[in-house]
C-alpha cells in the first residue's frame, strides 16, 4: 500500500507523516510535490501539517491552487481517503473539500502541547481500528485552530456524525478548559459527507512512537491500511 | 483604476485580535472606544479605465482568494487616477 505525502513549499511535517508511513507502519511512502500532476499510484493521500505558501494571506489560502490539489480533489471525489493533518486540515478547508474555517486561536497564543481528543466516529478509513470514545493523546501545534461554521453548518455536521474527533480531558470529558483553541463544539477532526476526506489539527503523525512522548497516533495509519486491506476501499490514484 | 478592498470577519464571527487591541485601548484610557474589529485591506491596480468593470473584477477575485466566504465579507471602493468615485 502507497502513502503519498504532498509537500507544498512550507510543509514542514512531511518528512513526519513519511517517516510514520514507511518506517513506524512499514507501508509504502512517497513525496509528491504541489506542482506534480499525478499521485504517482497512491492509495492514500496526506497533506501534512506546516506552513504552505507561507500561510500568506491566511492558513491555506494558496496551496488550494498548487497543481496537485486538483489531483487531490478527483482522488476525494473517487472516494480515495484523504487526511489533512494541522496545516493540511485547513488546506482542505480553503479547498471546500471539508466545510467552515479556522480562525486564530481564543488565546491568540500559537499553542504547542499534547491534547486529548475523544473520537466520535469509527466509520471513517482513518478512524476504523479505533474504538468509539476512545482517548487519544496527540500533541497539536497551531495558531489558528479555532474552529468555526456558522450554527447551522455545525448541527449539519453533528446530523450526519462528521465530527470525528473532538477535544476532551484525559477521562474523555468534553470541557471548556479542555479545548485549546476556541474550536466550535470541541471539534478537532472531521470528515467529509463521503467520510473519506479527514481533517484534524493534532498531529497523529508526531505520535507513532512511545520515545515521543505517545504512540496514540499509530491507530489512524493502522485504521487506513487496514480499511484498504480489508477492501473497504477501493479507489487507486 | 484602482480598488481598495476591505475584508473583515462577519459580524457572527468572534475576533479575538480586535477584542485584545479593544482592551488595550481601554487600558490606555480610551474608554470611548466601544469595539474594534481588525480587517485586511488591499489596493489592486487595475487596468481598466471603466468603474463598473474594475468593480466587477475587485468583487470577483475578492469571492474567489483574497475573502473567505466562510468567516469573512468584503466592501469594494473604486478610485479612478483624476479622482476619487466610488
Not at chain 1, 496526506?46 to 505558501?53: D, K, S, T
Not at chain 1, 474550536?183 to 512511545?210: D, F, K, T
Request: net charge negative; proline share 4%.
Amino acid at each position: 500500500m502507497k502513502f503519498a505525502v504532498i509537500t507544498f513549499p512550507g510543509s514542514n511535517c512531511d518528512q513526519d507523516a513519511y517517516h510514520a508511513a514507511k518506517d513506524v507502519i512499514g507501508e509504502q511512502a512517497e513525496y509528491v510535490w504541489h506542482k506534480d500532476t499525478d499521485l504517482k499510484g497512491a492509495d492514500v493521500v496526506v497533506l501534512p501539517g506546516g506552513f504552505a505558501h507561507g500561510d500568506y494571506l491566511r492558513c491555506g489560502a494558496m496551496a488550494r491552487f498548487s497543481p496537485i490539489m486538483r489531483e487531490v480533489q478527483a482522488f476525494a471525489a473517487r472516494g480515495g481517503p484523504v487526511l489533512g493533518i494541522c496545516n493540511g486540515f485547513q488546506v482542505l478547508l480553503e479547498a471546500g473539500l471539508l466545510p467552515g474555517a479556522m480562525l486564530r486561536n481564543r488565546s491568540l497564543k500559537f499553542r504547542c502541547e499534547h491534547v486529548h481528543i475523544r473520537v466520535e466516529q469509527t466509520d471513517t478509513p482513518f478512524t476504523s481500528a479505533c474504538r468509539r470514545g476512545q482517548v487519544l493523546k496527540i500533541p497539536i501545534a497551531h495558531g489558528e485552530g479555532n474552529y468555526f461554521a456558522e450554527p447551522d453548518v455545525i448541527e449539519r455536521l453533528e446530523r450526519n456524525r462528521q465530527v470525528v474527533f473532538r477535544y476532551v480531558t484525559r477521562e474523555g470529558e468534553a470541557t471548556d478548559a479542555a479545548n485549546p483553541n476556541g474550536s466550535a463544539a470541541a471539534i478537532a477532526g472531521l470528515c467529509n459527507e463521503g467520510r473519506s476526506v479527514v481533517g484534524l489539527m493534532p498531529h497523529p503523525e508526531r505520535a507513532c512512537e512511545s520515545i515521543l512522548g505517545s504512540a496514540d497516533g499509530l491507530v489512524i495509519f493502522e485504521s487506513v491500511v487496514q480499511s484498504l486491506k480489508s477492501g473497504a476501499l477501493v479507489a487507486r490514484a | 483604476m484602482r480598488a481598495r478592498v476591505f475584508v473583515t470577519l462577519k459580524p457572527s464571527v468572534f475576533d479575538p485580535q480586535g477584542r485584545t487591541i479593544a482592551d488595550a485601548l481601554h487600558s490606555l484610557g480610551y474608554g470611548g472606544v466601544q469595539d474594534v474589529r481588525q480587517g485586511k485591506y488591499f489596493e489592486l491596480d487595475l487596468a481598466t479605465t471603466e468603474a463598473a468593470q474594475a468593480r466587477a473584477l475587485a468583487s470577483e477575485v475578492a469571492d474567489k482568494l483574497l475573502a473567505n466566504p466562510v468567516i469573512e465579507s468584503y466592501r469594494v471602493e473604486i478610485e479612478s487616477l483624476s479622482g476619487a468615485e466610488s
